[in-house]
């Protein structure tokens, strides 16, 4: 079973940036596809990114696109996300989420419903 636990969370200032991380525990993730997904209140969950298994090629939501960038420590059972730039509406509770079904491919998963396993989340609040 994969525990996700992701950290780095918290309050930023417009323009500002924030790295959060993903710490996958229980089960190497190293062969899975994993993504950031963010949740605003009162709108649903939202795809900001995902990355393969290699770390070779990612994908962006167009909301983030430009700003967003994730990578991986396949040694750390890790992975990253970095925004730059950061707007208000970016305020929202971001999860990491592991995707199995198809190991060591190029395949990315866009939303929830294909990833199996989900942090708890991290909060992450953007000041005008």
């Known amino acids: 079973q994969v525990q996700l636990v992701e950290s780095g969370g918290g309050l930023v200032q417009f323009g500002g940036s924030l790295r959060l991380s993903c710490a996958a525990s229980?089960?190497?993730?190293?062969?899975?596809?994993m993504g950031w997904f963010r949740r605003a209140p009162g709108k649903d969950r939202e795809f900001v990114g995902a990355i393969n298994w290699n770390g070779r090629r990612t994908f962006y939501g167009s909301s983030v696109k430009g700003r967003a960038t994730i990578s991986r420590d396949i040694a750390e059972n890790t992975n990253y996300l970095q925004m730059n730039n950061l707007k208000p509406e970016d305020t929202a509770v971001y999860y990491c989420?592991?995707?199995?079904?198809?190991?060591?491919?190029?395949?990315?998963?866009?939303?929830?419903?294909?990833?199996?396993?989900w942090g708890q989340g991290t909060q992450v609040t953007v000041s005008s």
């Open positions: 229980g089960h190497s993730v190293s062969s899975y596809t």
């Open positions: 989420a592991a995707d199995s079904t198809y190991p060591e491919t190029d395949y990315l998963g866009r939303v929830p419903m294909e990833y199996e396993y």
